[in-house]
């Protein structure tokens, strides 16, 4: 006699569920700011599931750690921690949801980090972050419940990873654009102060013609042209090229520019000249660094 209506009322809070989960993805995709997102995802948690404290961690897989995006009431204190060590570690390492009522009885749990942050933790639960693809992305570790966690609570926390999951791969894949544009403007700034180091050089000097031209294969490059006119109607043109190719080799030849041109104002001689930069380089550069 009370199978249907139990199965009516099942229904009516699966429904109840999935909205409170649409709602929820529509919150996530509202941003694309990490800062931002992360603490959306911490009110939705935090006002559905009821925890004192809430935790959002990214998987960096190349590095092999989790960094915290935000931590609630944690001001400016970034946690990074190993995957394998304490409960995050260990979630981020096998995917697995931990359910702890007691964080001290259990020996994966890391109390340094209460001692650090002034903090006491009395229950953990924490769970991955995945994508659509299944992926783990990141972590959700959630402390101190203000109630004992329900089944609907962890089918809530469950259905809503996979949009926290996507919610995060969107607004990380926008900093990294934003971060590359930004580089990209960077490299044009620079390609334009080297180019303006490149000296005017004039199409005839004491009955010599003289013709200058260079391309840059990447935005910035170790290239180096320098002309310096001197008295009875000599000059002096330097050209060189520093090893390796980009910035690195870009950053060599403008103290190499500057250094000829200081040189040339005071030291006359050309082998006292080379002698000298000769000396520079081998002062402040590595060994596997030269100019020829």
């Known amino acids: 006699m009370t199978r249907e209506p139990q199965t009516h009322l099942d229904a009516i809070r699966s429904i109840e569920r999935l909205h409170r989960i649409l709602e929820a993805a529509k919150l996530l995709n509202s941003t694309l700011d990490l800062a931002e997102l992360t603490a959306i995802i911490l009110r939705i948690v935090r006002d559905e599931v009821g925890t004192a404290r809430g935790t959002v ?9 989790l960094r915290s995006l935000v931590a609630q009431d944690v001001e400016r204190k970034e946690i990074v921690l190993p995957l394998g060590r304490g409960i995050a570690g260990t979630v981020g390492a096998t995917g697995e949801t931990i359910n702890i009522p007691d964080a001290y009885a259990d020996s994966r749990f890391d109390r340094s980090f209460d001692t650090v942050l002034g903090y006491h933790t009395r229950d953990i639960y ?30 809530f ?3 809503v990873s996979v949009h926290v999951g996507l919610a995060l791969e969107n607004a990380q894949l926008h900093l990294e654009i934003v971060e590359k544009r930004k580089v990209e403007q960077e490299l044009v700034l620079a390609r334009e102060i080297q180019q303006n180091f490149y000296p005017n ?27 310096f006119p001197m008295e009875n109607e000599r000059f002096l043109v330097a050209v060189g090229d520093v ?13 190499l520019h500057a250094t000829c041109r200081a040189l040339v104002r005071h030291v006359h001689a050309i082998e006292h000249i080379t002698k000298i930069l000769n000396e520079t380089f081998v002062e402040t550069t590595g060994a596997a660094t030269f100019v020829t």
């Open 57 to 65: 961690f990214v998987l960096d897989r190349q590095r092999r750690i």
């Open 126 to 155: 924490c769970m991955p972050i995945v994508n659509r693809m299944g992926d783990i992305v990141g972590v959700l570790e959630l402390l101190n419940r203000t109630r004992s966690l329900t089944l609907e609570d962890e089918e």
């Open 157 to 159: 926390l469950a259905g």
């Open 201 to 227: 050089v004039p199409g005839n000097c004491g009955g010599v013609q003289i013709a200058v031209s260079n391309e840059i294969c990447e935005a910035v490059g170790g290239d180096y042209i320098g002309y």
């Open 243 to 255: 090893s390796g190719k980009g910035i690195g080799a870009a950053l060599v030849m403008s103290s």
